[in-house]
């Protein structure tokens, strides 16, 4: 068999070798995929093995300008060579921790992957040169869109902690987490750029465990000033109005109710709380996929004597004409209920709502809000409602575990 003819049948077998997730690290470490695929692409890939035993103690790092930056000085790697260490004390120092007996583990965010700006292989290779390098076992955790596992959602340490440790409960009180989003402001040192972020710091916290900056772990610098740059979900629980024990919206009468509110401030909640068990039928266009369909639904149900709730986000009095105009047809009243959740806040939910279902529902872009206020009109009476009626978003919860994570940081 000739060279070339060699080459070709050596790289083929090395294609087929990682599209099995095989690699050539120690302790058998492999690369598996978890969760539904999205645009081809599962949204967690994980680089682990069933040969490492569990550890107790964990010492956590995100990638990119932690552990290592582009050698090449752009903001984002040209290809899998483009790396080298953070600090020349990085790789020893993390050998030393593996010596100490923590279990050495990167968990990152590498958005790009979904987006197609970088291709998994090329993450993987980059990673399985870093592990080569420092020549230790280092499981890895890489979300790879704008999924539930994308910190700063502890999803990912979850998965970590499960399905990776060979069952070993991780003392929290030993464990950290070291990133360079930090929520520090320009200058925070001379010359230093403004965090991008604070989601790094955000997701130690939601874990519960200790954080670091790059600078404080590897160079023993001082921690630097930083904000948050999001609503304290805990605070906002405390300080929020309580729910009224026995609150009710709906009406004995048959009726259509039009919601009005940004994505996520919490409109198909509460109309699963106080209109669906009265009767009431929803009609939206997540599951509708057409304006047209949810009016055809909506004058149909009208017609059977059901109530009706629409419950979209319905910005613009054009938008709501036609479904005042089916309740005037059908001679029933028709109310006006428009959220007012704070922006902020709904962007908080936003995410709470694609975690407590574990990705199945996915975050509204930011277009959506912009959509949303470029096409705003205030609703008022004159547009055939009997009335109009402002609502406070109320925090109540289903479940401890619902509580629980909408009380995480996001970002």
């Not at 058998?28 to 040969?51: F, I």
């Not at 987006?115 to 292989?121: E, G, I």
């Not at 639904?297 to 709501?320: C, I, M, Q």
Request: charged share 30%.
């Amino acid at each position: 068999m000739g060279r070339s003819k060699r080459k070709a049948v050596d790289d083929t077998a090395q294609r087929a070798k990682k599209a099995r997730g095989e690699t050539d690290l120690s302790d058998g470490l492999q690369w598996s995929s978890e969760g539904k695929p999205l645009k081809g692409v599962c949204p967690l890939l994980v680089l682990s093995s069933d040969q490492l035993e569990g550890r107790g103690k964990v010492a956590a790092f995100d990638i990119d300008f932690t552990v290592i930056k582009t050698s090449s000085g752009r903001k984002f790697a040209s290809g899998s060579n483009d790396w080298e260490w953070w600090d020349n004390r990085v790789p020893d120092k993390l050998r030393q921790l593996h010596k100490d007996g923590f279990r050495v583990l990167f968990i990152t965010n590498q958005a790009g992957i979904e987006k197609d700006k970088v291709k998994p292989q090329t993450v993987k290779d980059k990673l399985e040169a870093i592990i080569k390098e420092l020549g230790i076992p280092v499981q890895v955790l890489i979300s790879t869109g704008n999924s539930h596992y994308r910190k700063p959602s502890p999803c990912m340490w979850d998965f970590f902690v499960k399905d990776c440790n060979q069952g070993v409960a991780v003392n929290k009180a030993e464990s950290y987490y070291v990133g360079d989003a930090a929520g520090r402001a320009k200058e925070w040192a001379p010359g230093k750029p403004k965090d991008f972020s604070c989601s790094d710091r955000m997701f130690a916290a939601n874990i519960g465990i200790s954080f670091y900056t790059p600078e404080e772990f590897f160079l023993g610098e001082k921690p630097a000033k930083f904000e948050w740059r999001s609503i304290d979900p805990k605070n906002y629980v405390t300080g929020a109005a309580k729910p009224a024990a026995k609150q009710e919206y709906h009406k004995k009468g048959q009726e259509l109710v039009i919601m009005v509110g940004c994505p996520a401030s919490g409109k198909s909640m509460f109309t699963k709380r106080f209109f669906v068990p009265h009767g009431y039928l929803t009609v939206n266009r997540d599951k509708l996929k057409t304006a047209k369909k949810c009016l055809k639904v909506a004058k149909e149900s009208l017609k059977a004597g059901t109530s009706v709730v629409v419950d979209n986000t319905n910005p613009a009095a054009s938008a709501r004409a036609p479904f005042v105009a089916a309740a005037k047809a059908a001679g029933v009243p028709c109310r006006c209920l428009w959220m007012q959740t704070p922006l902020e806040l709904a962007h908080h939910l936003n995410l709470v709502r694609q975690n407590q279902t574990n990705g199945e529902s996915r975050r509204v872009p930011n277009v959506g809000y912009n959509v949303f206020k470029k096409n705003f009109e205030e609703p008022t009476k004159a547009e055939g409602f009997s009335e109009v009626t402002k609502l406070d978003f109320v925090p109540k919860f289903d479940s401890k575990r619902d509580e629980k994570i909408f009380k995480q940081w996001t970002t």
